[in-house]
Structure formats: structure tokens, C-alpha cells
């Protein structure tokens, strides 16, 4: 069963969307369940001005995306990068244990995001 938070952002995600020319973008993916997520974020003075996602997946892999969304909006870029699974998780209230793969899910989209706004930075 889920908790009410993980219902409310599944029925009323935030941040939902795509930004154009994102200084970071990161998609990643589950095999086994097919969830795929896409993030897209802004930033200036290595700080999370803006972070948009889209979610193709269950209910779980949406609220874990809406609320890690909010979790990194206008945080330092190392913070955001230290965002855990389990951090995403208890904010939502928990996850039943089959679906805690969306929440890796969740992470793992934020830290190719990161990574990618690393890799562009460190190139110009």
C-alpha cells in the first residue's frame, strides 16, 4: 500500500516537464519493469535553479520522481549529488519493498544529470 505522500505526488506531480538546452540532462531506465526517467535541469553558480522530469512508469516511479525533484530544486550541485535512494524513500513516507527500485531509479536519473553537467562544465 502507499503511503499518502507517495499518492499526492503521483497525482500531483511537481516539477513535471522538459526544459530546453538543460545544463545537465540525464535518462535512465529499468529493464525489468520498463520505468524510464528523463531529468532536465538548470543551473547557475553550480546551484539547481530549475529541474524538470519525465516519467514513463508506475505510480511509484512518478512520486519518486516529482519528490526527488523537490528535494534538489535550488540545492548546491554537490548536494544534490549526495541525494540518496533511501533519503527519497523516507520522504515519501516509505515505499513497499517491491517497488524501492523507483526510488534508485530516482537517484540514479539525478546523478546522470549531475554527471552530465560535470562532464560540459569541465570541457569549457
Known sequence: MY??????HFSNPRN???IENPDGYGKVGNAACGDVMEIFLKIEEDKIKDVKFR???????????????E???NKPVEEA?????KAVAEA?????AKKMHCSVLA??????????????????
Not at 503511503?3 to 499526492?8: A, G, M, W
Open 107 to 124: 537517484e540514479e536519473g539525478i546523478q546522470s544529470a549531475i554527471e552530465d553537467y560535470m562532464s560540459k562544465k569541465d570541457k569549457s
Open 16 to 18: 513535471v516537464g522538459k
Open 71 to 73: 528535494m534538489i530544486l
Open 3 to 8: 503511503s499518502e505522500k507517495v499518492i499526492d
Open 92 to 96: 515519501l513516507d516509505g515505499l513497499p
Open 55 to 69: 516519467t514513463f512508469g508506475c505510480a511509484a516511479a512518478i512520486a519518486t520522481s516529482s519528490m526527488s525533484t
Open 81 to 85: 549529488l549526495k541525494l540518496t535512494n
